[in-house]
T-cell receptor
Framework: KAGVTQTPRYLIKTRGQQVTLSCSPI?????VSWYQQTPGQGLQFLFE???????NKGNFPGRFSGRQFSNSRSEMNVSTLELGDSALYLC?????????????FGEGSWLTVV | QKEVEQNSGPLSVPEGAIASLNCTYS??????FFWYRQYSGKSPELIMS????GDKEDGRFTAQLNKASQYVSLLIRDSQPSDSATYLC??????????????FGTGTRLKVLA
């Protein structure tokens, strides 16, 4: 069974630009969540989607947005990039996202903003 | 008070020793508890999950949960240099909370000395 696939793996953007990251969950998983990981803050929850609906959103500005498609694939977008957005962005999938589900991470997308 | 707290370390243990990693959480209604291992530059990978009080063993790993004390730990027996990584504790909120996010601690860095 294929794991969680994230693209692109590495990218460099300039301040003010926008970026879109993609995530394909494990086959059969309908919940996709996104996390930002930085050295100082650890893993910070961005949002979670299930059946194309955002069920939860973390404490991030509106520049961070996401969506989920009918095939459970998800994208997240960051607009007007700031230097502080440089981080590892992790996507995780689980069958339903309910408490008790194990979440499985993709390899992540390393974003550097210069 | 942070929702999930871990000592950042580094925790240094000699090869062959037992490494003990600890995690406390603030939400008394938390239902599910997970330990992930993250090597430098890689994404987190699941080591163990635990849902009820007591011990759960899997090979060299033992997870311990005490809901009354809001405490979960991970023991690694016969520690190997390959166990050197950051260990993340994750907690899911109560099912009745209506939230679908996993809350991570900032991780404990383990160094196993050869």
């Amino acid at each position: 069974k294929a794991g969680v696939t994230q693209t692109p793996r590495y990218l460099i953007k300039t301040r003010g630009q926008q970026v879109t990251l993609s995530c394909s969950p494990i086959s059969g998983h309908r919940s996709v969540s996104w996390y930002q990981q930085t050295p100082g803050q650890g893993l910070q929850f961005l949002f979670e989607y299930f059946s194309e609906t955002q069920r939860n959103k973390g404490n991030f500005p509106g520049r961070f947005s996401g969506r989920q498609f009918s095939n459970s694939r998800s994208e997240m977008n960051v607009s007007t990039l700031e230097l502080g957005d440089s981080a590892l962005y992790l996507c995780a999938s689980s069958p339903t996202g309910n408490s008790g589900n194990t979440i499985y991470f993709g390899e992540g997308s390393w974003l550097t903003v210069v | 008070q942070k929702e999930v707290e871990q000592n950042s370390g580094p925790l240094s243990v000699p090869e062959g020793a037992i490494a003990s990693l600890n995690c406390t959480y603030s939400d008394r209604g938390s239902q599910s508890f997970f330990w992930y291992r993250q090597y430098s530059g890689k994404s987190p990978e699941l080591i163990m999950s635990i849902y009820s009080n007591g011990d759960k063993e899997d090979g060299r790993f033992t997870a311990q949960l005490n809901k009354a004390s809001q405490y979960v730990s991970l023991l690694i027996r016969d520690s190997q240099p390959s166990d050197s990584a950051t260990y993340l504790c994750a907690v899911t909120p109560a099912p009745t909370s209506g939230t679908y996010k996993y809350i991570f601690g900032t991780g404990t860095r383990l160094k196993v000395l050869a």
